[in-house]
C-alpha cells in the first residue's frame, strides 16, 4: 500500500459526506487563575509559631481528665463551668464570666434491649435526647422494619400502630460530613413520624459510620403536638443483626428499656475577651460548646473546638493587643438544643460583630476555609485564603459559612468564617463512649489552631507587641 | 599524584603491618533450600473449590443470628448445643451427639466502675471469669496503680492492703498473637497476687490491642487458697484515663461494682464424623469451641473456628470417602477453663489420632503451617506443607503445633497440626462486645477452608470418590 493511498483511505474515512467547510465550536472559557494577596510576615509568623502549641492539648486534656462528661443543664456542666472560668483566667483572658439561662434536662438512666423472639439476644441500645422513658421493666412489642424513613413515612399506620419501628440506613465516609444531614433522617424525623402512627416505641440505625457496640446518642425534637415515645440507636452491628433476623421472616419481639428524666436546670456560656485596642471596633467571635453527650468525655466533641478557639485567642494575646476584641465563647447545652448559641444571640446579636467561627466538627485536620463577609469585604476573604493555603487548606467560598450555635447568627446575616475540618472519622466517634482523648491527633489539632490563629490575626486589625518591659515581668 | 603513588597509599591503608600471607574465613554454611513435594492433583482440586465455599459462612453466620453469645454452662450454650446438633445432622454427618459433663458456671451481673475523687466520672468496666461477686452497691476504695505485674510483685502489703488495685501495660499489635502470653499477666496473674497481699479488688487494663470503650473479658483462676476478690478490666481509654489522673497526685477513690454468681451446670462437646473406609485407622479430629464469653455473639472466638473446621470436614464429605475418619469436636466451655478440651482428653484420649488440630484464633487468614508427628512422618508434614504453599501460607516448622481445648494431649505427645491465622487485628475484638459477624472477612474465611481442606485431604489416606448413582439420588 502506497502511503499517498493511504492518506486518501484516510481522508474518506474522517470527511463528511461532501467537501463542506468544518463548523468550529467554541471553545470552554477558561476559569480566570485565583491570584491571592501576599500574606504579611506578622500573620505568617504568629500561624507558624502556632504549629508548636501546647495551649489547646493542655485545654481539652485538663477538661476531660478532670471534668469528663458535661451533659447540658447538669451538675457535671456546672463543674465543667467552674473549670472553664478558672482555666479561662490563668491563661490571662480578661472579662471572664458565665451567662446563664434555663432550660429542661433530660438525664438517662438505665437502658438495655434485647430479643425476645425468635433469637432471645440482647442488642445494644442508647436512647436519644428528650425521649420518652419505658417504665423500669421496658416496653415489649413486635418489630415492624423499614430501609429508609421514605419507606416509614409511606407504610401504612395499621402496620405501625402498637408495633416498635426499626429504621436503618446506610450512611457513607465523607470528608465533609455531608451524609448527616439526609442519613440523619432517621434519628432527627423518625421518632416523630412513628409516633404520629402509632409506635409504642422507635429505634433506628445508629447515626454513625463505624461498627463497633457503641451506639450513637444524639438528639431529636418531637413536633409539637406529637406524644414523646421511647426513641433510641442501636449500634450498627446490632442493628444489621436486627435486620439478619427480621429477613428470616419469622415475627420478632423487641424488649426495649430507655428510661430517662426531665427536670427544670440551667447551664450557661462562659465568655472570656482579648480586649482591643478599639473598644468600639466590631469584635472577632471564636468559639466551641462546653456541654458534651454523656457517653463519652466530649474530647472531640467538642472540647477540641473549645480548646482549639481560646489557644488561637491566647497566642494572640501573648503576641500583643489587636485592634478588635477577640471575644471567645463556650456554649452551654448545643447538643440538647442550641440552647447556648439562642442565648447568646438573645443577647448580643445586635452587637456589631466583626466575624463570628465555631469549631464544632472533631479535631482532624483543617482541609478548607469559607467566609461569608458580603461583597463589599471579599478582599479580606481572600486575604484569609492566602494566610491559609500554606497549611494545607482549600480557598473555598467567599459566599458561604456554618456553625451550629452561630448558625442562626449567620442566617440572620453575621459576617462569618467556616473552617472546615476533615470529617472523614468524625462519625465513627461522634456522640459514643469512643469520644475520648486519646482520638485527637495532636498534630493535628496544633494544625487547627495554626489555622484559627492565623484567621484571627487577619481579622484582628493588626496586632501592636506589647512593650518589652511588660512582657518581661 | 601517580596512579601507582595512589595505589600503593591505599594497600598501606589496608595492609596488615607486615606482607604475611591472609587469613581466610570459614564461608557461613548455605542454608539448604527447601524442596517440597508436588501436591497430587486431587489434593489441589479439592483445596481450589474450597476458595468459594459458603459452608463456613453459613455456620457461622447462623449460629451468631440464631444463638448469639453462648457462655458456657448456660442455657444459652445450651441452645446452641441444639442447633449444633441439627445443623451437623443437615449436614449430613453421622454420629452426631453430645457428651456432656458437668461445670461450675459463673454468671455475669450488673457491673460499673465510677471514680468518686478527685474527678467523678465512669470508667467502663467488665468482670474477667471467677471474679468474686461485689455487693449490689459496690467497693469504695483508694486505687494504687502499678506499671506491671513485677511492680506489683514488689510492693510491700502495706501499699496494697485494704485498697483497689490498678495494674497497667502496654500489649503490642502481633502477627502471631505471641503479645497475648507476657501482657496477658495482669489478668491471669494479677488478680491472685493483689489478693494475697491483701487489695479488696483489682482492675487491670485490658487485654488488647484496641482503643474502644469496649473492655475485654477473659479467664483467670484464683490459685489455691487465695481468697476470690472482684477483678476486672478497664477499656484501654478508662485505663489510661485512670492513669492520667493517678498522675495528677491527689488519692483516687474508685466506686467498684462487679455483681456475679457461681451455680452447678453442665456443658457439652458436640461431636460429628465423616466415617472412613477403614474404622480402625487411626482419626483425624479438627474443631473448634462452641462456646463464647458473653459480650459479643461470639463470631470470631470462636464462630469461625467451627465453622471452618466443620466445612473442611463437609467438603472432604462431599468429595468422597476418606480411608480415615474425620471426627468434628465442637468443644464446650472454653473460655471458662478448657472444660470441653479436658473431658474430651479423658474419654478419647486414649484412642489414636492420626493427627488432630484447632482453629481458635479468629477469622484472619492463615499465614503458616506448623506439624508435629515427629521424626518418622516428616514427609507427611513437608506433603501438608507443599499444599498449603500456594495459598500464600509459610512453610512453618515440622517440630510444633499447639491450641487451646487440644493443648494437653499435644503435651501428651499426640500428632498434631497447627494452622496459624494472622492475628494482628484478633486482639482488637478478643473478648469484647465487638466480636460479632461483621467483622469476618468472607474471603479470609474461605482461605481458611480452604487450607483445612487440604489439611484433611494431605492426612486422609486417600479420598475414595462416590459411586455416581449414589451421588445422583
Known sequence: MTRSFLTALLLAATAPLAAQPLPTPTPAPSTPPKYLPTVPKAVAEIRDAALSDNHAWDIVEGLTVEVGQRMGGTEAEARARVWAVAKLKALGFANVHVERFAMPVWTRGPESAEIVAPFPQKLAVTAFGNSASTPAQGIVGEIVGFDSVADLM????????GKIVFVTHAMPRTQDGSGYGYFGGPRRQGPSIASRKGAIGIVVRSIGTDSHRNPHAGGQQFEPGVAPIPAGALSRPDAEQLQRILKRGQPVTLRLTLVSSVRPGESGNVIAEVPGRDPKAPILMVGGHLDSWDLGTGAVDDGAGVAITAAAAKRIMAAGRPLRTIRVVWFGAEEMGLYGGMFYKDVHGREAHHAIAESDFGAGRIWKVDSKFGKAREAEGMALQAALAPLGIVPGSLDAADGSDIGPMIEDGMPAVGLSQDGTYYFDLHHTPDDTLDKIDPEALRQNVAAWTAMLAVLSGGIEPQPRARQRR
Not at 154 to 161: G, T, Y
Open 154 to 161: 409511606a407504610a401504612p399506620d395499621s402496620a405501625v400502630r
